[in-house]
């Protein structure tokens, strides 16, 4: 199905993501932990590509097999700095012949010294015009609630996302944040320059000190002072840290869910355990579909 018809419904979904794996020595491990976030029957899953393409047949089987074998919708995230037009229609044409029909259409990260402006591909938004003009794929993209970090500031940052949107992109995505106001604010200023497809809220539930150090190392995500306390106070209790990270998250949730935002896509990190505990935090408020069929 579509990850546009399901949005369409306007009805609160949630989606979880798995990652694919570095090398084939770890691949047992990620498909049991797939299966068993699929059990749950999300509204659909993720699954991300690593840079420069090295594990697009990992992304792309994970993602087959999430439908084929477990009935979830997927998207496959498929990056294309550095890949040539023709690459990328091979791809998404096998895409297609695995019966995938929703992507997830990133420019990647740039590798350094790595110069784009010979490139097929500069920015995501030419990939979502040519997947847009080769297919009939439904195409998501990323955007950024506090920037993203390559550009000067949000306004110039949300003129991108509109040409994303325009070029033919059917949703959009959310890097992770941890203060909903954040959240709330960017989507106003998304509406006011007339981006109006769905904006899915990108959850992130840290259950560990070492997670959110690199969180912030990488993405410099703004973290309330509520939130930085329970890193303090739990950081080094490994179980506790955990719990707490999981009810930040689920609250996190509920907040949005009250303030009408009904997609809720949850890092999940390959962690069938948070994926759980997550959704049974939620089972009256975001009802398994199948229950109410
Ligand atoms: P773009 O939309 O191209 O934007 C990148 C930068 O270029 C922004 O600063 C933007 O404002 C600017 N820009 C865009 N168009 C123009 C233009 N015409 N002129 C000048 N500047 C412009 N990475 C992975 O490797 N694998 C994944 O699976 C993955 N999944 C992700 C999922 C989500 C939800 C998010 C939020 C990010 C994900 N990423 C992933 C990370 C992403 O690849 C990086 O953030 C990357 O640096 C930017 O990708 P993008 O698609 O947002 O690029």
């Not at 797939?34 to 899953?45: C, G, N, R, V």
């Not at 477990?70 to 012949?97: N, W």
Request: with cysteine.
């Amino acid at each position: 199905m579509k990850l546009s018809e399901i949005f369409a419904k306007k009805i609160p979904t949630l989606s979880f993501e798995v990652f694919p794996p570095k090398t084939s020595g770890n691949y047992e491990n990620v498909k049991y932990a797939t299966s068993e976030i699929a059990k749950l029957k999300p509204d659909f899953m993720s699954v991300t590509c690593g840079a420069g393409g090295k594990t697009d047949v990992y992304t792309a089987d994970i993602a087959a097999s999430l439908s084929r074998d477990y009935g979830v919708t997927s998207i496959a995230h498929m990056t294309c700095v550095g890949t040539s037009k023709s690459d990328a229609e091979k791809r998404i044409r096998e895409l297609e012949s695995l019966g995938i029909e929703n992507i997830l259409a990133l420019r990647g990260d740039i590798p350094e010294g790595f110069d784009v402006s010979e490139c097929d591909f500069r920015h995501a938004s030419e990939l979502t015009a040519f997947v847009k003009s080769i297919s009939d794929i439904c195409v998501g993209g990323a955007c950024y609630p506090e920037c993203h970090p390559e550009s000067a500031n949000i306004k110039e940052d949300i003129i991108h996302i509109k040409e994303k949107v325009d070029a033919g992109c059917d949703f959009l995505t959310t890097q992770m944040f941890f203060d909903n106001n954040i959240f709330y604010k960017y989507l106003c200023k998304l509406r006011d320059a007339g981006v109006n497809v769905p904006v899915v809220a990108g959850i992130m539930p840290v259950t560990n000190k070492a997670q959110i150090d690199r969180i912030c190392k990488l993405s410099g995500t703004y973290l309330p002072s509520r939130f930085i306390n329970i890193v303090d106070r739990f950081g080094d209790d490994p179980d506790a840290m955990k719990q707490a990270g999981i009810i930040y998250a689920t609250e996190q949730i509920i907040d949005l869910l009250a303030n009408g935002v009904n997609a809720i896509h949850v890092y999940s990190m390959n962690k069938p355990d948070v994926a759980e505990k997550i959704q049974s935090n939620l089972s009256y408020i975001i009802p398994k579909k199948d229950v109410l069929l």
